[in-house]
């Protein structure tokens, strides 16, 4: 079905008139006419009835100017967004990130992000992984940036990068010294740990009991920066991202253990809604991450 065809009869249906719809799209009545007997013959159908004051619909007309109407309606709607899209002066960035991601990694993300689009509004939410894909589900945000695994159903999750938890002592803790410390030893120490909720703590905590290791004492704190003051402070053992520790690895605050058995891989992801059609700043935000590299396609 030819759209300018289609085009020519939607007028015509929706004025009444052949005149009108001729002046409204800026051609002449016979070429409108030809345009609407060429469709007349393409579906073999009469879809308007002529009358000496002008011509009304059919029952196929009126059955086929209803969907003429939501087809011109979505392509109107898709030029506007797509106008919004390419100009992006104005709007609101609605994010949440978990705590490891939105301290550390999304800050120079963001700036760039910015220096782009300086007329674009970022709301950024920081909580830990179970309350931001809480979020992403209750679509209190558009996009969450988060640890995993994610267990909420009808949410679209692409992989952002990889990520380790290392732990990591203060320099005169006795383990520092040790060439390769089993994991064992930690049956009598503490083991500092994030709030329930944490992604951080449950990757820990899944890893350990897999291999039947029970801390001595557990610690709780309810940021990354306090229990990392902790650990430097001697009072336990944590398991933090290595991209949290660019700083105390630098300054030699804090030494990570050695050995892989003190190292826990995990992906961390992306997520948003599969039901919902993301916003023009949001869909610039996912370009800018994946043309910055920022972001694995899976």
Sequence with gaps: MD?????????????????????????????????????EKELGLDLFSRQPRGVILTEAGRRLFAYAEQ?????????????EFKNLETGTLALGASTT?????????LAAYRHKHPGVEVCLQIGNS????????????EIGLLAGPLTTSGLYVEVLLADELVAVVAPDHPLAQQE??????????????????SATRRATEEYL?????VPGKTFVLGNTEA???????????????????????????????????????????????????LSPPALAFLAHIRKQGCLTYT
């Excluded at 300018?4 to 249906?13: R, S, T, W």
């Excluded at 087809?71 to 106008?83: C, G, K, N, Y």
């Excluded at 179970?130 to 945000?141: G, L, N, P, S």
Aim: net charge positive.
């Design 3 to 39: 759209l300018a065809h289609l085009k020519a009869f939607y007028e015509v249906g929706r004025w009444g008139s052949f005149s009108k719809a001729a002046e409204v799209l800026f051609t002449s009545q016979p070429a409108l006419s030809r345009q609407v007997a060429a469709l």
């Design 71 to 83: 087809i011109f309606s979505l392509l109107a709607e898709a030029a506007r967004v797509l106008a």
């Design 101 to 109: 991601i939105g301290n550390y990694l999304l800050p120079p993300v």
């Design 130 to 141: 179970q309350e931001i894909e809480a979020m992403v589900a209750d679509h209190r945000v």
């Design 180 to 197: 390769h410390p089993p994991l064992t030893v930690l049956a009598r120490e503490t083991l500092l740990l994030r709030e329930p909720g």
């Design 209 to 213: 009991a897999a291999r039947g290791i």
């Design 227 to 277: 229990i990392k003051r902790a650990a430097a402070s001697g009072l336990g053992i944590p398991f933090l991202s290595r991209y949290t520790m660019d700083l105390e690895f630098q300054y030699g605050r804090l030494l990570p253990l050695n050995g892989p058995e003190w190292r826990i891989e995990r992906p961390l992801f992306l997520a948003f809604p599969k039901d919902t059609r």
